[in-house]
């Protein structure tokens, strides 16, 4: 049985978060403790995170393969909407394909059942750019169109997106997702994916050190501050269901950059930055990924508009991990 020793009300929003340890996860469940009171946010995970997290409200050691034990925390909790932050990222699942799969499948199975039978009333899953491939157009990928991920994390992740549409359709399920692009954070280090680089690469600045990038100079990517990330997985979510017309996940972009102009608007600040470029199996990646993103879709449904670029990323990053 979970354990409350916290003043949680039944009364209010209930929230639990699915992998609120991970990259995502830590700075959604201290932004919607803060939104919602730290009470009324459960976090979970399969591991103890940061002090921050666990001192700030209630926690819950879960893994979200298990459908009892999540079945047994919501009932307790009375949650009415879940989080599933959870997942194997790209440049991890590609070393272990079938850890992945089951752990990005059978949570999001999990989840959604749930919702099914009515026990959660609404849920937030994230897709990813993974889901595209080498066949999708490069630039302004649209909203719709050629999916051809050549990942296990992006096969998973636009299996999933079917999974979502078809539990709206067919079983009334409130489901809603982004396609999150790179993200970049200053609070919590990335978690195996392919655009690591862009947060390793201010920590190596800030540190003194030289940089040496795993991805090609030219390579260009669709990239999102995680305060962009955490605003949009928040509106979303609050936004009325009638308004949203993507039941599988919206396109969201807010930067495209490449290796060499991170370099250079870090090196504005520090002219005695270093990179070198050494690509490894992360370029073949990279290179099935678009290199700009058409989220107008989200913009006409609800309101999406990002407020960070590289210039104004770089300043906050270089800022805090300064400090």
């Known amino acids: ?71 047994d925390v919501i009932m307790y909790y009375e949650i009415e909407e879940v989080y599933l932050m959870a997942a194997m990222l790209s440049a991890t699942a590609e070393k272990f394909p079938m850890r992945a799969w089951n752990l990005n499948m059978n949570s999001l199975f999990n989840v959604l059942n749930l919702a099914k039978e009515g026990k959660i009333n609404k849920v937030f899953w994230p897709s990813s750019i993974a889901v595209f491939g080498p066949n999708t157009p490069l630039e302004n990928t649209p909203q719709s169109t050629i999916m051809e991920p050549s990942t296990v994390y992006g096969i998973s992740k636009q299996s999933g997106e079917r999974w979502c549409s078809y539990y709206f359709r067919k079983y009334g399920v409130d ?8 993200l970049i954070s200053w609070k919590t280090l990335p978690g195996g994916g392919t655009t690591d680089y862009a947060v390793e690469i201010y920590h190596k600045a800030v540190s003194g050190e030289a940089y040496t990038s795993f991805l090609k100079s030219d390579t260009k990517l669709p990239m999102m501050f995680m305060d962009d ?95």
Do not use: H
Not at 10 to 22: D, E, N, P, R, W
Not at 175 to 182: D, E
Not at 287 to 307: E, F, K, L, M, R
């Open 1 to 71: 049985m979970p354990s409350n020793p916290f003043n949680f009300d039944l009364m209010q929003k209930s929230i639990l978060i699915l992998g609120a340890c991970g990259q995502i996860g830590t700075e959604l469940t201290l932004a919607l403790r803060e939104k919602y009171g730290n009470d009324q946010v459960v976090a979970s995970d399969i591991r103890e995170g940061s002090k921050n997290l666990m001192d700030s409200g209630p926690f819950e050691l879960l893994d979200a393969t298990n459908y009892d034990a999540m079945e």
């Open 175 to 182: 489901v809603r997702s982004v396609r999150y692009p790179g």
């Open 229 to 323: 990330a955490i605003r949009a997985t928040v509106d979303i979510m609050e936004i009325e269901s009638d308004k949203l017309t993507v039941r599988s996940s919206y396109n969201l972009a807010a930067m495209s950059f490449t290796p060499a102009e991170i370099t250079a608007s870090i090196q504005a600040y520090i002219p005695e930055f270093k990179v070198d470029f050494k690509p490894d199996f992360r370029q073949d990646i990279a290179d099935s990924w678009p290199n700009s993103i058409d989220d107008s879709q989200a913009t006409v449904d609800w309101g999406w508009q990002p407020q960070f670029d590289l210039e104004r990323t770089t300043e906050e990053m270089l800022r805090n991990l300064g400090k």
